[in-house]
Each structure stands twice: as structure tokens, then as C-alpha cells.
């Protein structure tokens, strides 16, 4: 047998308390590490860019003839034989109204002869009545309208009013409305003895053709008597 003091000695092993202690002792002396939070990064994922649709040859096309056709647009033609303009005659002589007309009427439709016709008769009545002649002043036509600046022109030709109504016709097709004439005719009074002598029993009354033959009556019978009296 093996004597005591040559066995080997064992190391004591610590109780399992001292070795709980141990590790709780470790825990509160060991530094305290900060905990690093880590963000994760946010990764952009870059996008690749749309690659643009380039347009074809017929898109092109359509784009340019667009403003093309827009601009070549041409508005509604205007029927001008379906439109109306107003007409308003006056006649004044020696500063009186004594004719006087308005009407709403198409173009060539107003026959400006035949008014100057019963204006005169209008005007050689009143003549008479004062025992007056009478004589043209002027006889003027105005163009009015909406928007329209005012267009006078004088009526010295019977081709005159041909011209106010192509002027009419072109105002009614460039779109202007409420077109109106105003045509004025002035006469002034004149005396007897200096239209006496371009007077003739077609255009004199029959009052001034029963004046005309007793003068020449008198006159006769005058010449008798001194052609007697030389005698």
C-alpha cells in the first residue's frame, strides 16, 4: 500500500456558490460596453431612367401639320344675299322735311331712282305751294354700323349707289352688323324769273302754263296797241 504521503493531492474544486459568486462579482467589475445600435443603411437603388419614346416620322407629321391646319382653318362663308341692311331716305327742302322713307331691305334690292323720283314730285309740290322754285344742294349716302366707322359719299352719278353697295356687300362679308344707309337729298328754294326761261310745258304745271299763255296774251296786245298808235 501506498503511504499517505505519497498520494497526490487533489485541488479542491470550488462549490458551485462560490462559482455563482464569482461570475456575478466578473459581471459587476467587467466595463460595461455600450451597445451599438447599427442602423441599417438605406440603399437608394438608383432607378434607370425611362429611355423617352422618340416619336416616329408619322407623329412628326401630325404634330407640324397640327398649328398647319389651324391656321389654314377658313371661317363659315357668309351668305350676304341672306343678310339685311336698313335704308333711311330724308328729303329736305329749304330746311323742311318734306319726304321721308326707312325700310329693311337685301342687297340690289332699294332702287334709289324711283325714291328720287317721289322726293322731287314731294319737293315741286311744296315748290308751288310758296310759289318758289327749287334747286339740288346735295344728296349724300352714310354707312353706318356695329363697330363700324362712319362712310359718307356723295351722289353726284347714277352710278353712284352701285358703289354704297359694294361697299354694303364688303362690310356684311368682313362680319360687321346692324349695317344702315342714311341717304339725305337737300334741295334750296329758288326764284321764279331765273329758272322762268328752261321751263316747258312738259316739266311746268298746268297753272304755270295758264300764267304763261295770258302773258303772252298781254304782250301781244300790247305790240297791237303800239303798232296802232304809230299809225
Known sequence: MAS?????????????RAAKYAVIAEAILAPKRKLVKTKAKKVRH??????????????????????????????????????E??????????????????DSCHLREFNVHEYNAKSIKAVTSEAQRIKMGFELVSSVATIS???LKNCAKSMDD??????????????????????????????????????ARYQTP???????????????????KVSIYLCMSDI
Request: overall charge negative; charged content about 35%; proline content about 7%.
Open 202 to 220: 312738259e316739266n311746268m304745271g298746268s297753272s304755270d302754263v295758264e300764267q304763261e299763255q295770258s302773258l303772252q296774251s298781254k304782250k301781244r
Open 145 to 147: 354700323g356695329n363697330k
Open 4 to 16: 499517505e504521503g505519497s498520494r497526490p493531492r487533489r485541488t479542491p474544486a470550488p462549490s458551485s
Open 158 to 195: 347714277h352710278n353712284d349707289w352701285n358703289t354704297i353697295e359694294r361697299l354694303v356687300e364688303k362690310y356684311m362679308k368682313e362680319g360687321f352688323k346692324k349695317i344702315r344707309i342714311d341717304y339725305i337729298v337737300t334741295y334750296a328754294k329758288k326764284r321764279l324769273e331765273h329758272i
Open 85 to 102: 341692311y336698313t335704308i333711311s331716305c330724308t328729303t329736305f327742302f329749304d330746311g323742311k322735311k318734306v319726304w321721308f322713307d326707312v
Open 46 to 83: 438608383r432607378e434607370d431612367p425611362i429611355p423617352m419614346q422618340q416619336p416616329s416620322s408619322s407623329d412628326e407629321n401630325d404634330t407640324e401639320e397640327a398649328p398647319i391646319r389651324q391656321h389654314q382653318r377658313e371661317p363659315t362663308p357668309i351668305d350676304v344675299n341672306e343678310l
